[in-house]
């Protein structure tokens, strides 16, 4: 690992290059982006045990067994995404992930409203939904993993601008932002129960098949927006395979200027 110069900086020239690092432009790009992932990571988590206990009708055995294939989704995401990074960009392949999540997402409720899936009784919902959710989970992941090694590109990218190395200021404040805002979608779940008017004692009471609709309608909807937003930003990123290697030729040839001296 890179060791940092024994220097004593003073507190003028520490907050020079923390504003420095954190006003770079690929990093305000992805750090943008990936907020908004969170927000609707934390709208799908909070929101998913509605949908599984009222639109699919799940009992607790069921959920629990919905879960199982999520461990082979890390597995298989863990091994295919080093693949295709290799034959594409990073950035390319966490878009195309990403977009192949928003399509794939609201297939089972389409199929459901255009009576083409299962219904809740049948013997083939559980398969089907399991599919999906690993599908969708093994391109999340994914997309998650790319995100990580383009955070690491910006580490490059500003210790050639500013010959500072900055990855601890990048993850951590990356890490506490993304829990701030996927408690953000948290809030904004409960903001879209309450636009739909679903009832706080829904276990008393049986839950109207509209109110569900609603809430499954306004949820992929909002959904749909917060990831295309968060595309969008993402296209703003423009860290290449090229443009990190020129940047690693870059800082090389600094660390070499400055042993011969």
Request: net charge positive.
């Amino acid at each position: 690992l890179p060791k940092p110069p024994n220097n004593n900086r003073s507190l003028r020239k520490i907050l020079d290059s923390t504003i420095e690092a954190v006003t770079n432009k690929q990093f305000l790009a992805l750090f943008s982006s990936a907020s908004f992932f969170a927000m609707a990571a934390g709208i799908t988590m909070s929101l998913g045990i509605y949908f599984t206990r009222h639109f699919w009708e799940l009992s607790t055995t069921e959920i629990g067994i919905l879960q199982l294939p999520l461990f082979l989704s890390a597995i298989l995401a863990s091994l295919i995404a080093p693949k295709f990074s290799q034959k594409l960009d990073k950035k390319k392949c966490a878009i195309r992930c990403v977009l192949l999540c928003i399509i794939l997402a609201p297939i089972p409720f389409l199929l459901r409203f255009l009576g083409f899936f299962p219904e809740n009784q049948s013997s083939f919902l559980l398969p089907a939904l399991m599919i999906f959710s690993f599908l969708e989970t093994s391109l999340a992941i994914m997309a998650s993993i790319y995100f990580s090694a383009m955070f690491a590109d910006i580490v490059e990218d500003n210790e050639r601008k500013s010959s500072q190395r900055s990855e601890g200021l990048y993850y951590a404040a990356s890490s506490f932002t993304q829990k701030a805002l996927n408690s953000l979608g948290i809030l904004l779940a409960g903001q879209i129960l309450k636009f739909v008017n679903f009832p706080q004692n829904s276990q008393e009471a049986p839950i109207s098949p509209t109110v569900v609709n609603e809430l499954v309608i306004t949820s992929l909807m909002c959904l749909a927006i917060i990831y295309l937003i968060a595309v969008s930003l993402l296209f703003f990123y423009s860290i290449s395979r090229q443009s990190h290697n020129e940047n690693l030729k870059s800082i090389c040839d600094k660390k070499n200027k400055s042993t011969e001296l």
